[in-house]
């Protein structure tokens, strides 16, 4: 058994990659291949439940890269694979990434085939990184893009984060509750991620609490003398009645009665928040809000909603935290030029568009009608998109963005998209994305010289 460290840090990360990365690498230094290559990261489509993506993970990418290196425990572990010699294994020991960075922000909605982002570097460099930066991108951008469809559903009803206990794993449950800070979402129950993120911290009382007591009425008054402005879960035995006893417990406590909320997590969210809302208003309780939790998606939330229901926050978890219904989508992290060449891939249902690019988004009236994909040269009518983050391994201002700016900047981006598009049904028509003419007759250049070498 490895006594190496099993979680994921700073130090050890250039290992979380792919072999086949490792042996390219070497195989291009033998080759001293080490001009510039362009790597283009996108989504080749969207999942059929989504009319766009939320563009997600940069920050972790950016560290990353400014953090690449292989220590020396790094390159004592490889050497034990035959495959790499002690020469490469001693230019391994001084790689550093001294590349450059184009991405649209975090928070900016992204549509098929547009640029997430771009990495230019020597191509040992840009192909290296290939793994970590699709990992973090993708799991952020599924992420933030699954939350911003419960944000949409509860029309401005906080929406809490309780998935972390069914996450894939620790690195998941904190760059989750990271995405849906983006995202829009109110709090967090995960402790490590408010430090970490600095996010709001928040949580109610768990059934278990209310079953170890003899008497639920026991457990509320406990509960409620220690923590005075809680929320107090009422869904354990039998709801409505328990909802009357936190009557009988603010008669009993009087001004010392600061209960905040209850919370409903089973049954008919919307007839019990009806009920309770009713049992609360006849006892002068008006300021008790009712929360609501258990099982809840996009849709479960956006049908509670519609009811009318007197619910003013709801807590997501294991569907939100998974993005169940669209749990990944087919991202792409492809070499679109080298040595000065555009490059293109010719395999069926797996294009790839040429050099570097640009997306202008066009606006009518404050309100985005359409995106083109351009050539990175082009000065097009419409808002470029994607910006310089990261010079010769550095960070620029653009790529230092603190979260509640991506948070922000998701909000005014998702207001400007078209109230299709941002409805939970497929948009119909789908948000229009073409390409430039330029771009377009580069693609025909590139795929002519392709097959032109293709014996």
């Not at 490059?343 to 069926?348: D, H, V």
């Amino acid at each position: 058994m490895s006594a190496a460290e099993p979680w994921v840090q700073d130090g050890n990360a250039a290992l979380l990659t792919d072999f086949y990365q490792l042996t390219m690498l070497q195989a291009y230094w033998r080759e001293r291949m080490e001009e510039e290559a362009v790597f283009s990261l996108f989504a080749r489509r969207l999942p059929a439940t989504r009319n766009y993506l939320l563009a997600c993970g940069l920050e972790d990418v950016l560290r990353y890269l400014e953090a690449l290196r292989f220590d020396d425990e790094a390159l004592e572990y490889l050497s034990t694979f035959e495959q790499f010699s002690a020469d490469f294994l001693a230019w391994l020991a001084a790689f550093r990434f001294t590349g450059h960075v184009h991405a649209v922000p975090e928070g900016t909605p992204v549509f098929a085939n547009e640029p997430i982002l771009e990495v230019m570097a020597p191509i040992p460099q840009a192909q290296l990184v290939e793994t970590f930066v699709m990992n973090q991108v993708h799991l952020q951008t599924v992420l933030a893009s699954k939350a911003t469809r419960v944000v949409e559903a509860a029309r401005g009803r906080a929406v809490v984060d309780f998935g972390l206990r069914r996450m894939h794993g620790t690195d998941a449950g904190m760059k989750a509750a990271r995405a849906f800070h983006v995202a829009g979402v109110a709090a967090t129950s995960n402790v490590l991620a408010g430090r970490v993120y600095g996010l709001h911290v928040t949580g109610t009382m768990a059934h278990s609490y209310v079953q170890a007591h003899d008497e639920e009425m026991d457990a509320f008054r406990a509960f409620a003398r220690l923590y005075p402005d809680t929320t107090l879960l009422v869904d354990t035995y039998d709801t409505l009645e328990a909802v009357r006893k936190i009557v009988r417990l603010a008669l009993e406590m009087g001004d010392a009665f600061r209960v905040r909320a209850i919370r409903l997590d089973s049954g008919d969210l919307a007839e019990l928040a009806f009920g309770a809302r009713r049992i609360l208003d006849g006892a002068g309780l008006q300021g008790v809000e009712i929360f609501a939790s258990g099982g809840l998606d996009e849709h479960a939330v956006d049908r509670v909603v519609r009811t009318g229901a007197p619910i003013t926050g709801f807590g997501v978890g294991t569907g939100m935290g998974v993005s169940a219904d669209a749990p990944s989508f087919d991202v792409a992290y492809k070499l679109t030029s080298y040595a000065g060449r555009g490059r293109l891939k010719l395999s069926p249902g797996k294009p790839i568009l040429p050099g570097r690019k640009q997306v202008f988004r066009m606006e009518e009236n404050g309100q985005a009608v359409g995106d083109v994909i351009a050539r990175a040269e082009e000065d097009l009518p419409g808002r470029p998109l994607l910006a310089p983050v990261m010079m010769s391994g550095e960070r620029l201002p653009a790529g230092r963005a603190d979260l509640d700016q991506a948070r922000a900047r998701a909000r005014e981006e998702i207001e400007r998209l078209p109230a299709r598009v941002r409805a939970l049904e497929p948009a119909d028509p789908p948000y229009p994305i073409e390409l430039s003419a330029a771009l377009e007759s580069y693609t025909r250049e590139m795929t002519d010289v392709a097959m032109k070498e293709t014996p």
